[in-house]
């Protein structure tokens, strides 16, 4: 499998944005698919995953109610909308994929990351 995720940028406090992320290689339907985050000079972070059956979704506490993952299947992407962004939302974005389908993790395969920066 690989990932590609673009959509980053810079934005202000309050803005939105919009990440995608495209796979390939393989049928991913039944894959967890995720989205981490590293900021500088800390470690990387659980963002959001969306299971591949019921499309169940888990977010870290510090996006609920903000972010919104999501997947399309037939076309073999995966997205995060990012709204009331944060300058602590600052960071390299990454899209991960992972084939098991009940993991709390989704880390199997990782993107190359896309950057957002929140700033004024």
């Known amino acids: 499998v690989q990932l590609q995720a673009c959509g980053g940028g810079l934005v202000q406090p309050g803005g939105s944005l919009r990440l995608s992320c495209a796979a390939s290689?393989?049928?991913?339907?039944?894959?967890?698919m995720g989205w981490f985050r590293q900021a500088p000079g800390k470690e990387r972070e659980f963002v959001a995953l969306?299971?591949?059956?019921?499309?169940?979704?888990y977010y870290a506490d510090s996006v609920k109610g903000r972010f919104t993952i999501s997947r399309d299947n037939p076309k073999n992407a995966v997205y995060l909308q990012m709204n009331s962004l944060k300058p602590e939302d600052t960071a390299v974005y990454y899209c991960?994929?992972?084939?098991?389908?009940?993991?709390?993790?989704?880390?199997?395969?990782w993107g190359q990351g896309t950057q957002v920066t929140v700033s004024s």
């Open positions: 290689g393989r049928p991913f339907n039944g894959y967890t």
């Open positions: 991960t994929a992972d084939q098991n389908p009940n993991t709390p993790y989704p880390n199997d395969y």
């Open positions: 969306i299971r591949g059956g019921n499309r169940a979704t």
